[in-house]
T-cell receptor, first 112, second 112 residues
Framework: DTAVSQTPKYLVTQMGNDKSIKCEQN?????MYWYKQDSKKFLKIMFS???????INETVPNRFSPKSPDKAHLNLHINSLELGDSAVYFC???????????FGQGTRLTVV | AQSVTQPDIHITVSEGASLELRCNYS??????LFWYVQSPGQGLQLLLKYFSGDTLVQGIKGFEAEFKRSQSSFNLRKPSVHWSDAAEYFCAVREYGNKLVFGAGTILRVKS
């Protein structure tokens, strides 16, 4: 009964590959997010979707493409992976209104 | 854009001692403030939040935080630290679209 679940938990891949990270929430929330935590543990938002509609798109390379097939899922596809993409990617969700976000366990992406 | 400053990168306290982690935010019309904790290899767990009302808010695991508008601060406190509190702590402020802007984090070490 995990609230926000991400797969995979670890991902090691070579430069130039394309990979996807999946996220699902069973909380019935309207909004989902992707955050990136870099090697210095700094957390920054990448994208936000509300009911499958893109709301926030921070300054992220267009190699990163989020996809929300329904409001319970927000996947992150990354093309042509680079060394600098190595980070922990967190999915999160929140209900409507001003409220906190609920985070998944993170996906540690290592590009070699 | 709002910003969050956590002045202390590392803090070490003895088990049983009191704890205060500092957080300062840039001015927002109505700051919505959060403290999250991240244990090693884990996701982020909400400790507490401040939206309005009583400026002293209670959270989980015996934590509390006090909102001081005059000082633009939202410091996290715990009267007696347990070894299991060792983790990284993030202060965050809400921006538009429920986007969270995080501080750089404070690593708490607990010595026995």
């Amino acid at each position: 009964d995990t609230a926000v679940s991400q797969t995979p938990k670890y991902l090691v891949t070579q430069m130039g590959n394309d990979k996807s990270i999946k996220c699902e929430q069973n909380l019935g929330h309207d909004t989902m997010y992707w955050y990136k935590q870099d090697s210095k543990k700094f957390l920054k938002i990448m994208f936000s979707y509300n009911n499958k509609e893109l709301i926030i798109n921070e300054t992220v390379p267009n190699r990163f493409s989020p996809k929300s097939p329904d409001k319970a899922h927000l996947n992150l596809h990354i093309n042509s992976l680079e060394l600098g993409d190595s980070a922990v990617y967190f999915c999160a969700s929140s209900p409507a209104g001003i409220t906190e976000a609920f985070f998944g366990q993170g996906t540690r992406l290592t590009v070699v | 854009a709002q910003s969050v400053t956590q002045p202390d990168i590392h803090i070490t306290v003895s088990e049983g001692a009191s704890l205060e982690l500092r957080c300062n935010y840039s001015y927002g019309a109505t700051p919505y403030l959060f403290w999250y904790v991240q244990s090693p290899g884990q996701g982020l767990q909400l400790l507490l939040k401040y939206f309005s009302g009583d400026t002293l808010v209670q959270g989980i695991k015996g934590f509390e935080a006090e909102f001081k508008r005059s000082q633009s601060s939202f410091n996290l406190r715990k009267p007696s630290v347990h070894w299991s509190d060792a983790a990284e702590y993030f202060c965050a402020v809400r921006e538009y679209g429920n986007k969270l802007v995080f501080g750089a984090g404070t690593i708490l070490r607990v010595k026995s």
